[in-house]
């Protein structure tokens, strides 16, 4: 990835995006509202060196359940995706691709538990519907960028299923694979945070232990999950993919657990805003249902997701420019490098949501475990692919070593890409961002969770709207800043 840009326009940016960054630190709730957080963390480090691993009842049922959910979602999101993309240049595709995969999986789950029960279906779907707008994006900003010349070479009047198959697909199908792959680690992530809304994956498990303070119990299933994303790279081949997902859906068959009449209901009663529902001749009333709505929820909600999205960006930036030298050859040896690549790896496994609930117990409820959460994973895959960059950056022998060679040589040469990958990822962690919520931080997410808890289906789904357009102007922003600066996205696999 390269980026061809003026320095000033680059510093520019930064300055303004810092100063706002700082300027939400400013209205943010970042206090510690616990009394004794050390001995919360003396807790939890004691649950990290002495891990229980058979205190958990059902644990290869949800371990199971978890890739069951992960694969079948992938699978059938990244089916969706391919179709989708291959229609990539029709307006409506990339809009309803971009709501699609606004909406996170946890919304989508407390969505579908209202349609289809606490079943198989719920997590899969869950997990397809949001991957297919995340896959319809990436493949067809794939074919977009591929070489056209194969394709002019054909006959004139060629059958375009064969001009598609024969000459754009081959290609770019290694990056689809390569890019499917990353998605399934993201899909056990996602699959094993579901059971935050009660269905049976791990995390299912890991809320009910770190909840009791099992911090033993929780950390052994943490490990368990780590395990499942590491070893990916010796059991995730591509002959075997589809024997697994046939094995998922023979294991856990994607069939709902409630009858086609709570479908009905829901559609025709539930998400009908109450004075329709209630009273058909009060448009004052619908007005007021509105404007209480948005005052009383919406608008604290939105605003409280975009301050702490703000300051998780400026805390992720900074993380990155400190740890992404310790996988570059530029500043460490070997040795340090795997080290540094296996710290790296253990951040981002580990779901935002996970981490905010973790520092949530610690911490106490403000918005400093969404800040802590949110940058330490975000961090860790920015860090990841800028160090990846930075290898590839070619120095003389001459060049000065330590502090210099960082802030004189290396860093102004991969600043771009790193501008790139923070605008790129800011969109994902707002979307993140809004799910928080459901663990008891301000976000746009806690109003959600409440109107589901409190079957008002109509306003939740009105919030989640808000939140799809919150994101979906985060998006255009980031896409407008990233297209003016000429910043370029290649092979990002985050």
């Not at 919360?40 to 049922?61: M, N, S, V, W």
């Not at 024969?166 to 899909?187: I, M, Q, S, T």
């Not at 989640?464 to 407008?480: H, K, M, T, W």
Request: glycine share 8%; proline share 4%.
């Amino acid at each position: 990835m390269t980026s061809h840009t003026s320095a000033s326009a680059l510093r520019r940016t930064s300055l303004w995006l810092a100063v706002i960054c700082v300027g939400a630190f400013f209205v943010a709730d970042i206090d510690i509202t616990t009394r004794s957080p050390e001995l919360e963390l003396a807790r939890l480090a004691k649950g990290i060196i002495t891990p229980d691993f058979f205190a958990t009842e059902q644990l290869l049922h949800a371990i199971l359940n978890t890739l069951a959910f992960a694969l079948q979602g992938v699978a059938f999101g990244a089916i969706g995706g391919f179709i989708l993309a291959v229609f990539w240049h029709k307006r409506w595709v990339r809009g309803t691709s971009a709501v699609l995969r606004a909406v996170h999986e946890l919304f989508w789950g407390l969505i579908f538990l209202q349609l289809t029960g606490l079943s198989t279906l719920t997590g899969v779907l869950a997990i397809a519907i949001p991957y297919c707008g995340i896959f319809a994006k990436v493949f067809g900003e794939f074919l977009e960028e591929s070489d056209v010349k194969p394709a002019q070479a054909l006959t004139y009047g060629s059958n375009p299923i064969v001009t598609f198959f024969y000459a754009r697909l081959p290609l770019v199908w290694k990056n689809f694979k390569f890019y499917a792959a990353y998605r399934l680690e993201c899909g056990i992530r996602s699959s094993a945070i579901l059971g935050f809304i009660g269905l049976p994956t791990l995390g299912f498990h890991l809320e009910t232990a770190f909840r009791q303070g099992s911090y033993s119990a929780g950390m052994a299933l943490l490990y368990i999950f780590f395990a499942l994303i590491v070893s990916m790279r010796w059991w995730l081949h591509a002959k075997l993919v589809p024997l697994y997902v046939i094995v998922a859906c023979l294991f856990a068959p994607p069939i709902a657990s409630t009858h086609s009449t709570g479908l009905w209901k829901f559609i025709s009663h539930d998400i009908i805003p109450a004075p329709l529902r209630d009273n058909f001749s009060g448009t004052l009333t619908l007005n007021q249902w509105f404007i209480d709505l948005l005052v009383q929820q919406g608008v604290p909600g939105l605003v409280n997701t975009l301050i702490l999205g703000l300051c998780a960006l400026l805390l992720t930036a900074l993380l990155t420019l400190v740890l992404f030298p310790i996988i570059s050859h530029h500043f460490v040896g070997p040795v340090s490098r795997r080290v540094g690549y296996g710290f790296l790896v253990a951040l981002r496994t580990a779901p935002e949501f996970l981490l905010a609930f973790i520092f949530l117990l610690v911490l106490g409820p403000s918005m400093l475990p969404g800040i802590f959460a949110l940058s330490l994973h975000t961090g860790a895959i920015i860090a990841h692919l800028l160090g990846l960059v930075s290898n590839t950056v070619r120095l003389r022998s001459d060049s000065p070593h330590g502090l210099n060679r960082y802030a004189f040589e290396v860093l102004p040469r991969v600043y771009g890409n790193f501008l790139a990958l923070l605008l790129y990822r800011w969109e994902i962690i707002m979307r993140e961002t809004a799910i928080l919520g459901l663990i008891g931080i301000p976000t746009i997410g806690f109003y959600i969770d409440s109107a589901f808890s409190e079957f008002r289906f109509d306003r939740a789904l009105f919030l989640i709207g808000l939140s799809v357009l919150l994101n979906l102007c985060v998006d255009a922003f980031s896409r407008l800043l990233r297209r003016s600066l000429k910043l370029n996205r290649h092979d990002l696999a985050a």
